[in-house]
């Protein structure tokens, strides 16, 4: 019976790591869609649309986390603890990351704003490199410093709890940690300028996982399988090309 209980229990979990997978993917097209556009004319930095979409598909993201890493806690404990989803050690670093993420989201957000609405008099001052540094340098530190937490928490959590995947739901979740945690840390590192934090945080998701899962194994848990093979082409292919440009590597 416990057996059955703990299959049923962690029936979810894969279906939760999907939804991770698409709200983080949905946030990340839109980014790119609007990434030319122009401010809108009159005293609105963001257009309407603009400013409900970029609140929204966060808060999707987050809540997509959120379920994941309450399903982590339900199935590998049979229940669901108030302890564990407060008070633990991991659950400490999984909420604090979520609310870091937020606001380095937050502060890219502000920032990005002020600096298309500035006039181009003030363009080349020092307020101007004020928020330039919010905008790129400080916003995406402190988002990469929180998405590194909740995916450390999650990976430890998470790794043996689920069911084993079989079929060709591995092969769409490894396109799936592709699109997320690879096309993640090479923006942070690249556009955003964050190089040793992506590497960093690359190396250590990477090392507990292959610590904790065989390399063969990497694709059938879901959890590494999100999480692991992003990371890992990701942070081989910042290394490599540091290595072959010799310092700081820049979109072609």
Known sequence: MAFESRVQGSAPIARNVFWVVMSCLA?????????SAQAPAGSWALAPADLVLLVLFPALAAFAFTR??????????????IYT????????????????????HGLHLAGHALHQAMPEVLAMGEFAAKINFVDNTAGYLVLGIGLFLVSLAILVQGIGVGQEMIGPERFLLVLGSLGTYGFTTLYLAIEGQQLILAIVSSVILCGLGLWRVPPSEITRDPIAALIVPGSFLAGAALIVWTIVVGGQPSWP
């Open 27 to 35: 946030w990340e097209i839109y980014q790119v869609l609007r990434a």
């Open 68 to 81: 994941l890493f309450l399903a982590l806690n339900q199935t590998s404990r049979g229940t669901l603890h």
């Open 85 to 104: 989803t407060i008070s633990s050690p991991f659950a400490w670093i999984f909420w604090i990351g979520l609310a870091t993420g937020m606001i380095g």
